[in-house]
């Protein structure tokens, strides 16, 4: 419109309908996720992460087909080019969600065992996470230092992710993975040598596709660990239970055998009494 390259009308319409586009992706996956894990807490073990990447992955085509259709027929775009707008633009919803969802549900509804790993005796090591994300993160992304390292060489923050799945549990990574996509699109934007031979539209395919892939990686890992965490927690109390019973028991067979020896001395004693009356 400020282009003056449509009408206002036709921009209304047009954004009308990518409105509508949007919603029926929420209300698809909203579908989808119900159908395939029920009422279950999402994102507690890693089945779940992979019902919601399925669900992501169909519920974003309703809006990714929608919104290039509609920006097509009010002809912004050619239609020769539906199918470079309609990846790019799947593939950002799908980014997005796979970033945002599991940081918002996790941080506003986190388990007990979630809180834990964030008590304040751990600041000192959160505060070195984020150091280590922030360094690293900006000497690959961000060319910290000028030191030229390229984007091929992402793969050094793997390791700083791993600390963060491990130590922090899944608050601690979906963060980290928000940090991290943070610097890559910052980097893309200020650092002209990340991609020297690509267009703006392949880095910013580059970044979304890296983004998507780390981010359902350690999503999975990270639901793993707390499944595992989950796992020797219940071994635990049903041990921790099943001593209890048994030293119960034990407290019981003993008072048990008391009664019986009590009972058998008094038996004793009656016998004697009895055999003293009988030979009187």
């Known amino acids: 419109v400020t282009n003056n390259s449509i009408s206002l009308a036709t921009a209304a319409w047009v954004s009308a309908i ?39 992955i169909l519920m974003c085509l309703v809006s990714s087909v929608i919104g290039p259709a509609a920006v097509a027929a009010g002809g912004i ?15 950002g919803d799908l980014t997005g969600i796979f970033l945002f969802t599991p940081f918002l549900f996790i941080w506003i509804f986190p388990s007990e065992d979630e809180k834990l790993k964030f008590h304040p005796k751990n600041i000192f090591e959160a505060l070195g996470l984020l150091l280590a994300l922030l360094t690293i993160g900006g000497i690959v992304f961000c060319d910290f230092f000028s030191l030229g390292i ?6 050094l923050i793997i390791p700083v992710l791993l600390w963060a799945a491990l130590r922090f549990g899944l608050r601690g990574i979906t963060a980290s993975l928000l940090l991290v996509s943070a610097l890559s699109i910052w980097g893309a934007i200020i650092v002209p040598h990340s991609f020297p031979n690509d267009s703006m539209h392949v880095t910013l395919l580059s970044i979304q596709g890296y983004i998507a892939v780390i981010s359902l990686t350690f999503l999975t890992l990270s639901t793993a660990i707390n499944e595992r965490n989950l796992t020797e927690k219940k071994i635990s109390e049903a041990h ?15 008072f048990s055998k008391k009664e019986i020896e009590n ?3 008094r038996t004793s004693r009656l016998r004697e009494i009895l055999l003293r009356t009988t030979l009187l």
């Open 18 to 56: 990518i409105c509508t586009g949007n919603t029926l992706e929420a209300i698809a996956g909203n579908y989808l996720l119900k159908k395939l894990s029920g009422d279950d807490i999402p994102f507690q073990k890693p089945t779940q992460v992979f019902q919601f990447a399925f669900a992501a």
């Open 77 to 91: 775009i050619e239609w020769n080019l539906f199918p470079i707008v309609w990846f790019t633009w799947w593939l």
């Open 150 to 155: 390229p984007f091929g060489m992402a793969y």
């Open 240 to 254: 921790n239970e099943l001593a209890g019973m048994v030293k119960t028991k034990t407290t019981e067979l003993s």
């Open 263 to 265: 009972f058998k001395e």
